[in-house]
């Protein structure tokens, strides 16, 4: 069975730094793309990064590109955020997914295969 676990989600000041990890298991994703979305409090759920299988190529939304930073690592079949300079707009469940090919996190949820349950990140000011 297919899980995707986040964690390092938790309540941080603004300015600060939170480093999200997804852990997959249940079967190996190094030729997927990976990446994360988040859903604030009202709000509809939201591309945030993603990358391709291999790392070469990444992918950011406007509001977080300069700050967030994801990566992978294919041998420990993780994926990561790094997200700097937290901004209270930054508040939000994240959560990790996977697809085929980078571009379904660019065209809505369609193409996502699989999805965790996600982290919350609270970012107060």
């Known amino acids: 069975q297919v899980q995707l676990v986040e964690s390092g989600g938790g309540l941080v000041q603004a300015g600060g730094s939170l480093r999200l990890s997804c852990a997959a298991s249940?079967?190996?994703?190094?030729?997927?793309?990976m990446g994360w979305f988040r859903q604030a409090p009202g709000k509809e759920r939201e591309f945030v990064a993603a990358i391709d299988w291999s790392g070469g190529s990444t992918y950011y939304a406007k509001s977080v590109k300069g700050r967030a930073t994801i990566s992978r690592d294919n041998a420990e079949n993780t994926v990561y955020l790094q997200m700097n300079t937290l901004k209270p707009e930054d508040t939000a469940v994240y959560y990790c997914a996977v697809a085929g090919a980078p571009t379904a996190f660019l065209e809505g949820f369609y193409g996502i295969d699989y999805w965790g349950k996600g982290t919350l990140v609270t970012v107060s000011s």
């Open positions: 249940g079967r190996t994703f190094s030729r997927y793309a």
